[in-house]
C-alpha cells in the first residue's frame, strides 16, 4: 500500500452504499452464490461491510475477483488490493470500505466467516440488506 493510498480521505456514506451496490451487483451478474453482507460500521474499524460469496469452481472464484476488480476501477475509480488469486480457494479483495471474501463452497464452510463475523446479529443477504 502506498502513502498516498493510506492518507485517503474517508469516504461518505454515500460513496459507501454506492459500492456497496456495485460490489453486490458484480457478484450478482457473475451468478456468485450464497452472497451474503455483513455490515461491519460500528463494530469494527476495518471497513463498513464484509461481503462473502461462494464459487462453484476456483477458475469462477478468480474471475468474479478479477471482473470486480476492474469493474471497481472502471466504474467508481477505485483500485482494489487482491489477494489468494494463485489458487483461488479464498479471494480477498480489499476496497477499503468493503471487504469481499470469495470461497469455493468447502473452504467457505470450513473458515465459517459469517459466524465469527455477525456478532450475534444475523448477516444479510443482498435482498435483506
Given at each position: 500500500?502506498?502513502?498516498?493510498a493510506?492518507?485517503a480521505?474517508?469516504?461518505?456514506?454515500?460513496?459507501?452504499?454506492?459500492?456497496?451496490r456495485?460490489?453486490l451487483?458484480s457478484?450478482?451478474d457473475?451468478?456468485a452464490?450464497?452472497?451474503?453482507s455483513?455490515p461491519?460500521?460500528?463494530?469494527?474499524?476495518i471497513?463498513?461491510?464484509?461481503?462473502i460469496?461462494?464459487?462453484?469452481s476456483?477458475?469462477?472464484?478468480?474471475?468474479?475477483?478479477?471482473?470486480?476488480?476492474?469493474?471497481?476501477?472502471?466504474?467508481?475509480?477505485?483500485h482494489?488490493?487482491?489477494?489468494?488469486?494463485?489458487?483461488?480457494d479464498?479471494?480477498?479483495?480489499?476496497?477499503?470500505?468493503?471487504?469481499?471474501h470469495?470461497f469455493?463452497?468447502?473452504?467457505?464452510?470450513?473458515y465459517?466467516?459469517e459466524?465469527?463475523?455477525?456478532?450475534g446479529?444475523?448477516?444479510?443477504?443482498?435482498?435483506?440488506?
Amino acid at each position: 500500500m502506498t502513502d498516498e493510498a493510506a492518507k485517503a480521505p474517508p469516504a461518505s456514506a454515500e460513496e459507501v452504499e454506492a459500492l456497496h451496490r456495485l460490489v453486490l451487483q458484480s457478484l450478482d451478474d457473475d451468478k456468485a452464490e450464497e452472497v451474503t453482507s455483513i455490515p461491519l460500521a460500528g463494530k469494527s474499524s476495518i471497513a463498513d461491510h464484509m461481503v462473502i460469496a461462494s464459487g462453484r469452481s476456483s477458475r469462477q472464484v478468480a474471475a468474479m475477483a478479477n471482473k470486480l476488480a476492474e469493474r471497481l476501477k472502471r466504474e467508481l475509480g477505485r483500485h482494489v488490493r487482491i489477494e489468494g488469486l494463485p489458487v483461488a480457494d479464498w479471494v480477498l479483495v480489499d476496497a477499503d470500505d468493503i471487504i469481499i471474501h470469495l470461497f469455493r463452497p468447502e473452504v467457505r464452510s470450513f473458515y465459517n466467516l459469517e459466524r465469527m463475523w455477525a456478532f450475534g446479529d444475523e448477516p444479510k443477504s443482498p435482498g435483506n440488506a
